[in-house]
């Protein structure tokens, strides 16, 4: 089973840019851009700040099916 931190999609639901978010989490906006793209994947603690600055549970956050997900948009 394959976790995705959904942070991309949270700020784009949210009309919020990586720049704004870099800033709230005290991050560069390369480190959320890594996020963004699934290439790094965040600690827990900043998943956690992250869903407080979002304003969205962790779970939210979180695919637990993300591997699922992919093989069946990839069987369409």
């Keep these: 089973m394959s976790k995705k931190v959904m942070i991309g999609e949270a700020l784009r639901s949210q009309g919020r840019t990586n720049k704004w978010f870099a800033e709230q989490m005290g991050k560069s906006v390369n480190t959320i851009s890594l996020w963004v ?11 956690i700040k992250a869903s407080r600055i979002l304003g969205v549970p962790v ?17 369409k």
């Design 37 to 47: 793209t699934h290439k790094v994947t965040p600690s827990v603690d900043d998943i």
């Design 59 to 75: 779970a939210d956050l979180i695919n637990v099916n993300a591997e699922e997900d992919e093989e069946d948009e990839n069987n």
